[in-house]
């Protein structure tokens, strides 16, 4: 009896500590134009996890969403163990510059996520 009380007990905090803020992975962000500093409305965003299995990308979304009138966006998704990226859906219309994700600069339209943590997020584009 014992035991199943410890087992349970050590399950409960496995399960709680391995989320922060309800989820495994939670990112906030924008998508701006930084010649003008406004943000950029209705750009997909999409929360990626590598596989196998979409062989055009190499990419599955598990998660979409659009970016509000001020160029906002925010996403939470409970993750499994697979690294997660960030991928912008941008228009042809603009060019892409890239993202700055917790202060670092990357020159690519996809980032890594980190699990666990708050990821403060800007993706950067121009017309």
């Not at 950029?40 to 598990?62: C, D, M, R, W």
Request: hydrophobic share 35%.
């Amino acid at each position: 009896m014992i035991f199943k009380q410890l087992y349970f007990i050590l399950l409960i905090t496995i399960l709680t500590t391995c989320t922060k803020f309800g989820e495994n992975i939670y990112v906030k962000g924008k998508v701006v134009n930084p010649a003008t500093g406004k943000g950029i409305p209705n750009v997909e965003i999409a929360l990626q996890k590598k596989t196998t299995f979409e062989f055009s990308t190499g990419y599955k979304a598990v998660e979409k969403v659009t970016t509000d009138a001020n160029g906002d966006f925010e996403i939470r998704h409970l993750g499994g163990l697979k690294q997660y990226y960030l991928n912008c859906m941008y228009s042809s219309d603009y060019y892409p510059l890239g993202w700055t994700v917790n202060g670092t600069f990357s020159d690519s339209y996809i980032t890594k996520i980190k699990k666990g943590k708050k990821n403060e997020v800007v993706f950067q584009m121009i017309l």
